[in-house]
């Protein structure tokens, strides 16, 4: 994927810039699967179990609609960066419960882009990502920021 | 868990502690992982990895958050009457975890506040780390658990 596209420097990426990828469907094996390993509590885990919560049924784990989220953004760009890793995520909200064979887009707004002032060879966004299903309503919404290398030769 | 007192809202009093560790991250782990969620080469691609500004291998910081979030349920949330979470805040990933580190974590409540929108309900905010096996702090996160109130009449457990 990211030899037949161009690579996304620093300065690519700017205020405004939505990038979107998807849809994952979340299979029923695969969000047990990951509940199982990670965490397993009865709503994520036990159909007849989880369907006496609040949720009224099998529910991904908040863990997992991160991890999905996650792979739709390397797939929308960071896969076509010279992505350098991240120092963290501000805010998550699990606005609204993942269930099996939800159809998951992604949706990432830059919303800041800050050059580092020492190092000369990258900088850091900062962005909104969502996570929406296919009833297009938000399932996460995370704020967070990732490092990017900036086009060679254009460091002042 | 029915043979055990579950743990109400009103148990998780500001302080209250929560442990867990023994976690071994395994390269075959950090790569299974990484290319479901992550699929970022120094994430799944050990000899590429050597090239990268980590230099070998490491997890996927969501990779960290979700063994932190096993340690934790093994440790304290199958007690609890646990009604999920609304999400996180704060997040930093300060160091990487490579293949051959144990993990542990550790959770303290920093504070508790009855739901207005849900009555019978409250939730709790804990400052929450997660450890290398020297003892340095990868990553730190602010958890928060929604949690039943206890049912009028039921016994405090002892």
Known sequence: ?156 | MRSRKLRYWEDIAIGTKREGGGKIVTAAEIIAFASKYDPQYFHTDPKAAEKSIYGGLIASGWHTAAMMMRMLVDGFNNDTASLGSPGFDTLRWYMPVRPGDILSVRSVCVDKAPSQSRPGTGSCRFQTEVLNQKGEVVMSLITIGMYRRRPQGEETPT
Not at chain 1, 64 to 93: C, H, K, N, W, Y
Not at chain 1, 107 to 130: A, L, N
Request: proline content about 7%.
């Open chain 1, 1 to 156: 994927m990211s030899a037949t596209k161009e690579t996304l420097y620093l300065e690519d990426i700017v205020p405004g810039r939505i990038f979107t990828a998807g849809p994952y469907v979340l299979e029923r094996e695969e969000l047990i699967a990951f509940a199982r390993d990670y965490d397993p509590q009865p709503f994520h885990l036990d159909e007849a179990a989880a369907a006496k919560t609040p949720y009224g049924g099998l529910i991904a784990s908040g863990w997992q609609s991160v991890g999905i989220l996650m792979r739709l953004i390397v797939e929308a760009f960071v896969g076509r960066t010279i992505s350098m890793g991240s120092p963290g995520v501000d805010e998550v909200r699990w606005l609204k419960p993942v269930r099996p064979g939800d159809r998951l887009s992604a949706r990432v707004t830059c919303v800041e882009q800050i050059p580092s002032r020492s190092k000369p060879d990258r900088g850091i966004c900062k962005f909104v990502y969502e996570l929406v299903n296919q009833d297009g309503e938000v399932a996460v919404r995370m704020k967070g920021m990732g490092m990017f290398g900036r086009r060679p030769g254009s460091a002042t």
